[in-house]
């Protein structure tokens, strides 16, 4: 068999398989995600950790079907504040402790990306985002850090 058979069955092959067995979006985002762990020391950015949960709680959701989501992130002495509410077209208010003026990025999985302001009090919010996962990335003051992915 020449190189140009082998090419040529390669793609073959492929787009049969691609048809009759497609990858599922949610298994590309998630493999293009794990792509961002291969700079994440050039981003000199810190991982903020998740320490709190609401939607973890034991009692979450008894006492109506829609509440408020509270998360809370960690990184060497600095936290991140996250509210999320709503859930068609979730709203999600943050706040950086201890406060510092900067930006905030929403980041999704298949690259897009929010910026936002942080006011001198540590704020920022955004609008209208819609369900699945994405991550905070926080530059305000001399914090450099994003927290771990989380679902809306």
């Known amino acids: 068999m020449a190189p140009d058979d082998d090419d040529a069955l390669q793609v073959r092959l492929a787009e049969a398989l691609a048809s009759a067995d497609p990858v599922p979006d949610t298994v590309l985002a998630a493999a293009r995600a794990a792509f961002t762990w291969r700079t994440i020391d ?21 006492r109506s079907a829609e509440t408020d989501r509270h998360l809370t992130f ?37 690259g897009v990306r929010h910026e936002l302001g942080v006011d001198r009090l540590g704020r920022f919010s955004t609008e209208a985002l819609t369900p699945g996962p994405l991550r905070v990335a926080i530059h305000a003051g001399p914090h450099r850090l994003r927290t771990a992915w989380f679902n809306l």
Do not use: W
Request: no cysteine; glycine share 8%; charged share 25%.
């Open 42 to 62: 050039e981003e000199l950015a810190q991982l903020a950790e998740l320490v709190a949960d609401s939607a973890e709680a034991p009692l979450a959701g008894v």
């Open 74 to 110: 960690e990184a060497d002495g600095v936290e991140v504040e996250v509210l999320v509410t709503g859930t068609d077209a979730p709203r999600l208010v943050g706040q950086l402790v201890p406060p510092a003026e900067g930006t905030a990025t929403v980041e999704r999985p298949d």
